[in-house]
């Protein structure tokens, strides 16, 4: 990781509170246990300040297993898929690499995007990595028997790899309300100067693997989104589908949120008139590949990655975790962010 210093003194209290992450991290994996706890609830302020957690953690997803939060990311120090914990969402600790062992079908150092859902007794973790054999990025699937891993690969190759459309990437699993398990994902086609589309596919009842047919949902071609969409999050709430999105180059201050709204999990989906809904402001830069998360109440919050401002790409800046408050309602959905003043904590699992 590397930080422009700064006489400011804010700057240099986050580049401090990143390095002193980064080595508890890395002690984690030198551990080889991943057991460090989260800060115990009773410890918790009433308020909080961006980001949460104020370390390198690109494309963030967090899932709630019990009284406990797990944060998977991007391989980077941490491993394969970097693992966090938490009880509030507001104090994370690391604990280690949730992908210890690569499947042979990929290429090391090129695992992206992981997330990860709970089908019968088993955790699923759907990831993003480089194929050997055709040199784009695919995606594969892992087991866990517990939220934190370890994962070990399922099956001799990717479940989902388009390769005549520049690969495929960011798999975001959805259970819906009757059970019934889908895939989302986007083919990668801002690769090689083709479109971008998100697609849906129901999954097998094991999780392991795609059955019926793709439905193509929404495709790129609002300004703001330049050649991508991606990161594709869907959550279902009053009787209404909101597909949240990326879009723009990722490594800018262009980059940000948008969504679409469906009756059906399939669609029809029609774009936000006031998109993008989450954007750069102020010291927040390129706030994207977003995630919705509860809380101890049961209310919904967006979890997402960004840059600082004027320390935009991975040679001079990183990609910290950031919450922000969200609603859903009546097929609208609205952000309160990115903030960086103090505001009213989620509630903690209790």
């Known amino acids: 990781m590397s930080v422009n210093l700064s006489l400011n003194l804010n700057v240099a209290a986050r580049a401090a509170t990143a390095l002193i992450t980064g080595l508890l991290g890395a002690l984690a994996l030198a551990g080889g ?7 115990p609830a009773a410890q918790q302020a009433a308020t909080f300040s961006n980001p949460v957690l104020d370390a390198n953690y690109p494309d963030p997803f967090i899932l709630r297993s019990g009284s406990v939060y797990h944060a998977y990311a991007t391989n980077g120090s941490g491993g394969n898929v970097p693992h966090a914990v938490s009880t509030d969402l507001v104090h994370w600790t690391t604990a280690g690499d949730a992908l210890p062992k690569l499947p042979t079908w990929v290429q090391p150092g090129l695992t992206w995007a992981p997330e990860v859902a709970r089908l019968g007794n088993k955790y699923l973790m759907y990831y993003t990595a480089r194929d050997i054999k055709s040199g784009r990025q695919c995606i594969g699937v892992a087991v866990g028997v517990k939220a934190a891993g370890p994962f070990s690969p399922a099956g001799g190759g990717p479940i989902v790899c388009q390769v ?9 699993p959805f259970i819906d309300t009757d059970g019934k398990a889908y895939l989302l994902w986007k083919n990668d086609g801002n690769c ?5 589309q998100i697609y849906i596919q129901p999954l097998t009842a094991d999780g392991l693997r795609l059955t ?5 949902l929404i495709q ?31 490594d800018s201050d262009l980059y940000a949120v948008g969504y679409a709204t469906s009756k059906t999990v399939t669609g029809p989906y029609k774009k936000a008139e006031e998109n993008p809904v989450l954007v750069t402001k102020g010291e927040v830069s390129g706030p994207g590949h977003q995630t919705i998360v509860l809380d101890g109440e049961g209310k919904p919050w967006i979890a997402y990655h960004a840059w600082t401002t004027g320390q935009i790409g991975d040679s001079v800046g990183y990609r910290s975790m950031r919450i922000d408050q969200v609603t859903f309602s009546g097929g609208k959905m609205r ?6 003043t103090p505001q009213a904590a989620p509630k903690a699992i209790r």
């Open 335 to 340: 952000v309160n962010g990115p903030t960086l």
């Open 33 to 39: 246990t991943g057991s460090a706890p989260a800060r």
């Open 212 to 216: 019926g047919k793709s439905t193509a």
């Open 164 to 172: 005549e459309q520049g690969g495929s990437i960011d798999a975001s």
């Open 220 to 250: 790129n071609f609002q300004l703001w989104e330049g050649s991508v969409v991606e990161a594709p999050t869907l959550y279902k709430t009053g009787g209404v589908y909101y597909l949240l999105y990326s879009g723009g180059p990722y």
């Open 192 to 196: 090689c100067s083709l479109a971008t």
